[in-house]
């Protein structure tokens, strides 16, 4: 068996983890640019209001900040600070041979921490809510980097 395959079930594990992370990444964005058609605004760059099938009318005031917009944006540059780490970390942690039931513990904790700090982000909790939740997925990478960099010079 090699470490980097469906027969290891640390493996797959990080197959599960990476996916919902990736496809919860992938997905925000596709969310932020619902809101800037629904909400008609929200756009970013000047060029952006050039006349097109999802821009009939452009106007100045489209590029001003949008709330609805710019909270899903920043739910999404936090994703971008947050699971390009782990995606690279539980890699190499799975490199390192764990344990499963440690994978399992570290790997859903943080997709579950990633989800909380979504869901507490979209109903507007405020910044200990969600500095808690990105605390538990940021420790969390911190282990699996160092239980991989302890393995390697062991």
Do not use: C
């Not at 990736?22 to 997905?27: D, N, P, R, S, V």
């Not at 405020?126 to 239980?147: C, L, N, P, W």
């Amino acid at each position: 068996m090699t470490l980097l395959s469906m027969e290891n079930p640390v493996f797959v594990t990080y197959v599960i983890a990476a996916a919902i992370m990736i496809l919860k990444l992938m997905g925000q964005g596709w969310i932020t640019v619902s809101r800037m058609i629904g909400s008609d605004a929200g756009l970013l760059n000047p060029e952006d209001l050039q006349p097109g099938p999802t821009n009939r009318n452009p106007r100045p005031e489209q590029l001003e900040p949008n709330e609805h917009v710019e909270r899903s944006r920043r739910m999404q540059r936090n994703d971008l600070e947050n699971i390009p780490a782990f995606l690279a970390a539980g890699l190499i942690f799975v490199a390192a041979g764990p344990s499963l039931l440690l994978a399992n513990i570290l790997m859903y904790a943080f997709v579950a921490a990633r989800l909380a700090h979504t869901i507490a982000y979209a109903t507007r909790q405020r910044h200990e809510v969600r500095a808690t939740f990105f605390s538990i997925g940021s420790i969390i990478v911190i282990i699996m980097a160092a239980y991989a960099l302890v393995a390697a010079v062991l």
